[in-house]
């Protein structure tokens, strides 16, 4: 008998410790978010506005059953503000600067950020606007990489180095085995706040949750600018005057 109790005992702890490693209970709340989610795919632009507007508003009642997911922005057609802006000019002969000033006004107002800009493009332009010390070369950056491609030109002017402490981070970069996947900014407590796609949704969420496609990896980045090359600001204000 006293076999019998000892062996029970040590199978339960087993049970507890494997339990509180592996989750044995249940899926974790993520995975769950995760397949209540599905796929994203409905964010890439190619499918009608009308659709995508019902599937984002069918996404945002996850905010009820999920805690820390919501929708903060959703501007499905509003073609980076540039509607609103021409219903907006008030006078004639605005520049490029006043154009510019529009939407900056916009972003800062958490109304939009270049909608129809993917999360890369989402991810570095708040990055840079939030956190560069001198706010005209944060434009003249921002113009820049608009007219140049983040892609092709974002390393030349500001450096990320990955951190371990999520707490000095700027960026969140997700990964599967194939490569970048998905990019964030990190808000703090576990919060990130991305854009999914090319179709206006900007979402705060968890770190994993997010559609599943966007990988289970995730590293933490903060940003440092570099040196400016001289007259870097003045050429790319974006003034053409």
């Known amino acids: 008998m006293r076999f ?32 209540a989610i599905g796929s994203s795919h409905i964010f890439k632009g190619h499918i009608s506005l009308e659709y995508a507007s019902k599937r984002t508003e069918e996404i945002k009642e996850l905010e009820i059953k999920f805690p820390g997911f919501r929708l903060i922005n959703n501007h499905l057609g509003c073609r980076g503000c540039e509607d609103e802006y021409l219903r907006a000019i008030i006078k004639k002969g605005d520049t490029s600067l006043d154009r510019f000033r529009f939407l900056k006004n916009c972003a800062a107002k958490g109304e939009c950020w270049y909608s129809l800009t993917n999360c890369i493009d989402y991810a570095y332009f708040t990055a840079i606007f939030e956190n ?26 500001i450096e990320t180095q990955e951190v371990d402490d999520p707490k000095e981070a700027v960026l969140a970069i ?68």
């Open 174 to 241: 997700y990964s599967n085995n194939n490569g970048p996947t998905h990019f964030g900014i990190y808000r703090g407590d576990g919060v990130v706040e991305s854009k999914w796609g090319l179709m206006g949704a900007i979402f705060q969420h968890k770190v994993f949750q997010l559609p599943p496609e966007y990988g289970d990896k995730v590293s933490f980045h903060k940003v440092v600018f570099k040196e400016l090359p001289p007259n870097f600001v003045k050429e790319n204000w974006p003034n053409p005057l």
């Open 4 to 35: 019998f109790k000892q062996f029970f005992v040590g199978v339960l702890f087993l049970f507890i410790t494997l339990n509180a490693a592996y989750g044995f209970s249940g899926p974790d709340p993520e995975d769950k978010f995760r397949e």
């Open 132 to 157: 560069c010390p001198d706010q005209d070369a944060a434009i003249a950056i921002i113009n820049y990489l608009m007219r140049e491609g983040v892609y092709i030109k974002v390393f030349k002017l």
